[in-house]
């Protein structure tokens, strides 16, 4: 009996962990969003301690902020934290191309999922714009960089790069804010295939480097130079 209850308690605790982190990552609770102890456990059905350490969780991975006197919320994004972040993924997916450039050489499984993930996006750039089409495309692009990561032989890169998804998810949103930047990452999804079936490494590295700096020059030229003063907490009407 003593044992089960913290089991339970542990259940509840990755039960409301899973769905606030699904939540902010959905862009669903937006940065700087409150959350109250009191509301949680009406929206996750969860009791307060599940409630409180699942905050815990989220705190320590960078998603929610813990403030004396004021109680949790979504942890707000930051130009800096933007550009910091975006940094830090060029240094890391560059790499984690290369290798997926030699596995995709050696190791059919990588090259066939690859080859047709190329296919969809080769497929994506004939449709008219739609939102079945923009979901295609995310779809697509989350199964291109996870088939990249899976490849790297490095499991540390792997694990870091796993830790920041998701940051970068909390972001894509913006980063196609404007209706054109699907019709050019798509171009840049093909550039990054085309480099990574062929091996070049090389070529592969600067595709990514660059599919992520013009991610991020979207995010600054649609949301931080757009109408009204949007910088700390990168969405329509935060206050600052």
Same mark, same amino acid.
């Given at each position: 009996?003593?044992?089960?209850?913290?089991?339970?308690?542990?259940?509840?605790?990755?039960?409301?962990?899973?769905?606030?982190?699904?939540?902010?990552?959905?862009?669903?609770?937006?940065?700087?969003?409150?959350?109250?102890?009191?509301?949680?456990?009406?929206?996750?059905?969860?009791?307060?301690?599940?409630?409180?350490?699942?905050?815990?969780?989220?705190?320590?991975?960078?998603?929610?902020?813990?403030?004396? *006197? =004021?109680? !949790?919320?979504?942890?707000?994004?930051? @130009?800096?934290?933007?550009?910091? &972040?975006?940094? #830090? /993924? +060029?240094?890391?997916?560059?790499?984690?191309? *290369? =290798?997926? !450039?030699?596995?995709?050489?050696?190791? @059919?499984?990588?090259?066939?999922? &690859?080859?047709? #993930? /190329? +296919?969809?996006?080769?497929?994506?750039?004939?449709?008219?714009?739609?939102?079945?089409?923009?979901?295609?495309?995310?779809?697509?692009?989350?199964?291109?960089?996870?088939?990249?990561?899976?490849?790297?032989?490095?499991?540390?890169?792997?694990?870091?790069?796993?830790?920041?998804?998701?940051?970068?998810?909390?972001?894509?949103?913006?980063?196609?804010?404007?209706?054109?930047?699907?019709?050019?990452?798509?171009?840049?999804?093909?550039?990054?295939?085309d480099a990574v079936l062929t091996g070049d490494r090389a070529e592969a590295a600067s595709a990514c480097a660059d599919h992520l700096a013009q991610s991020?020059?979207?995010?600054?030229?649609?949301?931080?130079?757009?109408?009204?003063?949007?910088?700390?907490?990168?969405?329509?009407?935060?206050?600052?």
């Open positions: 009996m003593t044992t089960a209850r913290p089991a339970v308690e542990a259940s509840k605790t990755d039960h409301v962990h899973r769905q606030l982190k699904a939540q902010i990552e959905s862009g669903e609770l937006t940065p700087g969003t409150p959350l109250s102890e009191l509301s949680l456990v009406g929206r996750t059905g969860a009791s307060r301690t599940p409630v409180r350490e699942a905050l815990r969780r989220l705190a320590a991975e960078g998603l929610v902020d813990l403030v004396p *006197r =004021q109680g !949790a919320r979504v942890s707000r994004i930051s @130009p800096q934290g933007v550009r910091d &972040l975006f940094d #830090l /993924r +060029a240094l890391l997916e560059s790499e984690a191309m *290369r =290798q997926a !450039a030699d596995a995709a050489q050696t190791d @059919p499984r990588v090259r066939s999922t &690859l080859t047709h #993930l /190329r +296919a969809g996006f080769a497929r994506l750039q004939q449709e008219a714009p739609s939102a079945t089409r923009s979901a295609a495309f995310y779809e697509l692009a989350y199964r291109f960089d996870a088939t990249v990561v899976d490849a790297t032989r490095n499991e540390h890169l792997r694990r870091t790069i796993a830790d920041l998804r998701p940051h970068t998810a909390r972001l894509r949103r913006l980063s196609h804010a404007d209706p054109e930047r699907i019709e050019t990452s798509v171009v840049e999804h093909l550039r990054m295939c991020v020059r979207t995010i600054f030229a649609t949301v931080l130079d757009g109408p009204g003063d949007r910088s700390m907490d990168l969405q329509p009407g935060a206050d600052q």
